[in-house]
T-cell receptor, first 115, second 112 residues
């Protein structure tokens, strides 16, 4: 039982290149999220998917696109990377509902550097 | 406008003493408040939470207190251990949509 798995763990891009961060969870969770964390700051929500087939913008969606491929997988795409997108990206999932404590399960993170 | 604030970037305590981490929020519509712990090069892990209808929740050495009138919550760790040294994030959740809003974190250092 791996939980939330992110790939790649590290990536260096040049400005203008594109790439996709992959995320998969094996906990049968409905909702999935992409956060970014910059030094000295908290996690900021980029996009989320409340359920399979739906996606919505978070706090900082500009420059990103997402795909909820199926219940397990939620990918984040940078179409034209910029140095401001240098960050650590975390994928998370949650089983929603009032009975739930709201606990997010996070992946280990993907460290992206854009030169 | 930051809805969840952790005003202390760092805290240092002696092993065995109490650690108190604080968090303030501005939106009274949050349903749940959570604390996460994060070690370097790892993802955050859930520590403890509290419903907006309660004022205290305890789990072993960790206790979270919620003061709704002051829009303030705190995490108490007693006794503190060196292994508790990490970054602690406060988060607030609205069930509708399940989106969590995070504070900037407090780095706790527990000295042996």
């Amino acid at each position: 039982n791996a939980g939330v798995t992110q790939t790649p763990k590290f990536q260096v891009l040049k400005t203008g290149q594109s790439m996709t961060l992959q995320c998969a969870q094996d906990m049968n969770h409905n909702s999935m999220y992409w956060y970014r964390q910059d030094p000295g700051m908290g996690l900021r929500l980029i996009y989320y998917s409340a359920s399979e087939g739906t996606t919505d913008k978070g706090e900082v969606p500009n420059g990103y696109n997402v795909s909820r491929l199926n219940k397990r997988e939620f990918s984040l795409r940078l179409e034209s990377a910029a140095p401001s997108q240098t960050s650590v990206y975390f994928c998370a999932s949650i089983l929603p509902g009032l009975a739930n404590t709201g606990e997010l399960f996070f992946g280990e993170g993907s460290r992206l550097t854009v030169l | 406008d930051q809805q969840v604030k952790q005003n202390s970037p760092s805290l240092s305590v002696q092993e065995g003493r109490i650690s108190i981490l604080n968090c303030d929020y501005t939106n009274s519509m949050f349903d749940y408040f959570l604390w996460y712990k994060k070690y370097p090069a790892e993802g955050p892990t859930f520590l403890i939470s509290i419903s907006s209808i309660k004022d205290k929740n305890e789990d072993g050495r960790f206790t979270v207190f919620l003061n709704k009138s002051a829009k303030h919550l705190s995490l108490h760790i007693v006794p503190s251990q060196p292994g508790d040294s990490a970054v602690y994030f406060c988060a607030a959740l609205k069930f509708r949509g399940g989106k969590s809003t995070f504070g900037d974190g407090t780095t706790l250092t527990v000295k042996p």
